[in-house]
């Protein structure tokens, strides 16, 4: 297939204002903590503060935290946190329109944080200088017998029935009208990096997952990836687990422990991630996910189609639910809404969208 580009797409800035190192943390607003607790613990997160409005959980590396979840009416998610290099990084990002200023942080960690908004409305905090926690054990690999390369004799393949750690929050996907503006956003102030983008038929962009400019360090093939919608919406965040084992194992636990599942186990194509999808109690979908592709900053943006077929090499087919938007009065509004005003959508693109995802 020959794709015609004839819309821009989203492409690496060549002076951003501040490179961002690290994805740390997202934020959410639920109704219950109890339950969003008890979920996030069998996923494989673990506690770090619970107060009667907030809670903090993380994995086993060192982030103080990497999930905040504060009380509220309705669930809500609000947005995400990137760590950058330094204070002057910091004060860079406090003179764009909008800023907050500079605090001190008063959360798991500390350090000095600022917070934006991005042009879909999701908040952004800026840390800098997080005070980094123990880094908490988990399991080893396990010692495979891979055909005649025999490593394991007289011993047993056991693993124990119970949630995998988590190790780190990998990454966040969201959903847009305002595609262009919203990456352009994040490549211009944050550093982002388009590892591949997915276009529409038009040759208009779909899909744009973006890492982090960490230089020769290699950097999760994505840490942010935005999607075109009709309105903005978070579509799931990713953690990453040791093995292969370790996501089938968080299959087991959390079905056993009554949770709804969403799509996997499978390989990604882009990212290669091996994944399980699971939904938290408000229906926002959590993935488990190992062996990720790395990439240093120098690899060109790669440009494909966008399918259904194209978002895994194995597994069972994604089912029309997952991408499937609650239409709720709400949404609908927001819909026509988005519809008259934003430059990336029109008629003829959401109709695209719903037929290859719907
Ligand atoms: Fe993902």
Redesign the pocket.
């Known amino acids: 297939m020959t794709l015609r580009l004839a819309t821009a797409q989203p492409a690496r800035h060549p002076n951003p204002t501040v490179k961002a190192i690290a994805l740390t943390h997202l934020m959410f607003e639920r109704p219950d903590l109890d339950r969003t607790e008890a979920f996030l613990r069998d996923f494989g997160l673990r506690t770090t503060l619970r107060t009667p409005d907030e809670l903090y959980l993380r994995g086993t590396a060192p982030a103080a935290y990497c999930y905040r979840a504060r009380r509220a009416r309705q669930a809500r998610f609000v947005g995400m946190g990137f760590a950058v290099a330094s204070r002057q990084d910091l004060l860079k990002l406090s003179r764009l329109p909008g800023a907050s200023p500079i605090v001190r942080a008063d959360r798991p960690g500390g350090g000095e944080m600022l917070t934006l908004v991005d042009p879909s409305g999701f908040t952004v905090e800026i840390v800098w200088n997080q005070q980094p926690a123990d880094v908490l054990p988990h399991r080893a690999l396990l010692t495979w017998n891979v055909g005649r390369a025999v490593a394991r004799v007289d011993a047993f393949q056991r693993l124990p029935a119970e949630p995998p750690e988590v190790l780190r929050l990998g990454?966040v996907?969201l959903e847009l009208a305002d595609f262009q503006a919203t990456s352009a956003w994040y490549t211009q102030h944050l550093g982002l990096i388009p590892s591949d983008v997915q276009v529409l038929p038009d040759g208009s962009p779909a899909v744009a997952f973006m890492r982090l400019d960490l230089g020769d360090t290699p950097a999760d093939h994505h840490t942010l990836?935005l999607a075109q919608g009709f309105m903005p919406l978070y579509s799931?965040s990713?953690y990453e687990v040791v093995d292969t084992d370790a996501v089938g194992m968080g299959q087991r636990v959390l079905r056993e422990r009554g949770w709804k599942h969403a799509w996997g186990m499978g390989r990604?194509i882009l990212?290669s991630?091996i994944?399980d999808y699971w939904q938290d109690p408000w229906g926002d979908k959590h993935?488990h996910?190992c062996d990720g592709d790395l990439l240093t900053a120098g690899l060109r943006t790669g440009i494909h189609p966008v399918s259904r077929d194209a978002m895994s090499q194995w597994g069972p087919p994604m089912p029309a639910s997952f991408t499937r938007p609650r239409m709720t009065p709400a949404a609908l509004g927001a819909l026509l809404r988005n519809l008259r005003r934003s430059p990336d959508l029109t008629f003829d693109k959401l109709l695209t969208l719903a037929k290859l995802f719907g």
């Open positions: 990454h996907v990836a799931h990713a990604h990212g991630q994944f993935e996910y």
